[in-house]
């Protein structure tokens, strides 16, 4: 069964920092683009971040440029999200998930982990 | 930056009804345009690819169509677990971003 399980969530301080993780399983890791998703409480899918199979390009969203990163391991079989700089407006759940093809297509998703952010 | 919007924002409907949900681009994505349908505390899930392809295992009676700028998902008849809210997202270019939403409550 093709599985997305994220982990790292939590309730962090603005202008703190966060790792989220995304493991894989199932598939063939190292073959598949990966991407993150995120929902803010109350709003609609807003699209993260994006990583290539191999790793050679990588896309954020102009919201979080130049304070998160995206990075990947196939090795591991797993996502990760290093989050930098936190803000109130990057409380959200953040989902993973398998692109099926270039910038979209994402199919599986994981279940989502939430991160708040909060004095 | 491709703006996607969707409409109706809520459809009010009854089980074995039709449901008939618009997404229109600021400018043409061609083909490249997919549905997921989202329940609250579940993962999102891909209903529709390319515009007009069913996701794997996803019920016959969802369906695509359009191209270029104009695009729709049917649901021929309304079973109670399609209660939910669905999005469409571009693939045209980057950033590959999401519709608004619609929600499909009874």
């Known amino acids: 069964e093709v599985q997305l399980v994220e982990s790292g969530g939590g309730l962090v301080k603005p202008g703190g920092s966060l790792r989220l993780s995304c493991a894989a399983s199932?598939?063939?890791?190292?073959?598949?683009?990966m991407n993150w998703v995120r929902q803010a409480p109350g709003k609609g899918l807003e699209w993260v971040s994006s990583i290539s199979s191999s790793g050679s390009w990588i896309f954020y969203a102009d919201s979080v440029k130049g304070r998160f990163t995206i990075s990947r391991d196939n090795a591991k079989n797993s996502l990760y999200l290093q989050m930098n700089s936190l803000r109130d407006e990057d409380t959200a759940v953040y989902y993973c998930?398998?692109?099926?093809?270039?910038?979209?297509?994402?199919?599986?998703w994981g279940q989502g982990t939430l991160v708040t952010v909060s004095s | 930056e491709i703006v996607l919007t969707q409409s109706p924002a809520t459809l009010s409907l009854s089980p074995g009804e039709r449901a008939t949900l618009s997404c229109r681009a600021s400018q043409s994505v061609s083909n490249s345009l997919a549905w997921y349908q989202h329940k609250p505390g579940q993962a999102p899930r891909l209903l529709i690819h390319?515009?007009?392809n069913r996701a794997t295992g996803i019920p016959a009676r969802f369906s695509g169509s359009g191209s270029g700028t104009d695009f729709t998902l049917t649901i021929s008849s309304l079973e109670p677990e399609d209660f939910a809210v669905y999005y469409c997202?571009?693939?045209?270019?980057?950033?590959?971003?999401f519709g608004g939403g619609t929600k499909v409550e009874i």
């Open positions: 998930a398998r692109g099926l093809a270039v910038a979209g297509n994402f199919d599986p």
């Open positions: 199932g598939f063939n890791f190292s073959n598949y683009n």
């Open positions: 997202q571009h693939r045209s270019n980057w950033p590959p971003d």
């Open positions: 390319d515009a007009t």
